[in-house]
């Protein structure tokens, strides 16, 4: 009788020890779980956050070259000597017509000068080209050689720049 009960006994401490490592398994496994759909929300809110990126500025690949137009046209209208009685000036005309018709599709598209003349350098912003000594104090932009632009809030070509040292 004695046996019995220490044989029951044997195997209830058994059970006991595996129910102990079956519910050690099982927090484990739920601990593994949560983990793994914590990685998957973090994975996802990345995913939307590079395709909401992708999209926010999917244009500015258009927009770069165009901006090269624009530049043609300002240094084209840049020519003109404001008399509008030669063929040329009549001509210059056309392209500030049409120079401005494109600055109003860049603003639509929320493509912004960078203004730079007269500011604190910014390497964000500017494109320091040359450098010279002037009495305005360091690090000011002195000329703008060739003008930046933003699109949205993302710099897509920096103004490169004449810097005072």
């Known amino acids: 009788m004695e046996d019995v009960k220490i044989e029951k006994k ?7 020890k595996e129910i102990e490592t079956l519910k050690s398994r099982i927090k484990e496994l739920e601990e ?10 973090n994975y996802r809110k990345r995913k939307d956050d590079e395709v ?6 999917a244009n500015s690949d258009m927009i770069i070259p165009i901006l090269t137009i624009v530049d043609d046209f300002e240094r084209a209208i840049s020519l003109d000597d404001n008399i509008l ?24 598209f929320e493509v912004k000068e960078i203004d730079a003349l007269n500011k604190e350098f910014d390497p964000k912003y ?10 305005r104090g360091p690090n000011i932009v002195l000329e703008v050689l060739q003008k ?11 103004a490169m720049v004449k810097v005072s040292e």
């Open 32 to 41: 593994k779980i949560l983990y793994k759909d914590a990685e998957l929300i």
């Open 10 to 16: 044997k195997k209830h401490d058994k059970n006991s």
């Open 52 to 57: 909401s990126n992708m999209l926010k500025y």
């Open 126 to 135: 500017h494109q320091a080209v040359f450098t010279v000594k002037d009495d």
């Open 148 to 158: 930046g632009y933003m699109y949205k809030d993302k710099v897509i070509r920096p």
């Open 85 to 108: 009685d030669d063929e040329v000036s009549k001509f210059l005309s056309g392209f500030k017509m049409i120079y401005t018709r494109l600055k109003k599709i860049l603003d639509d």
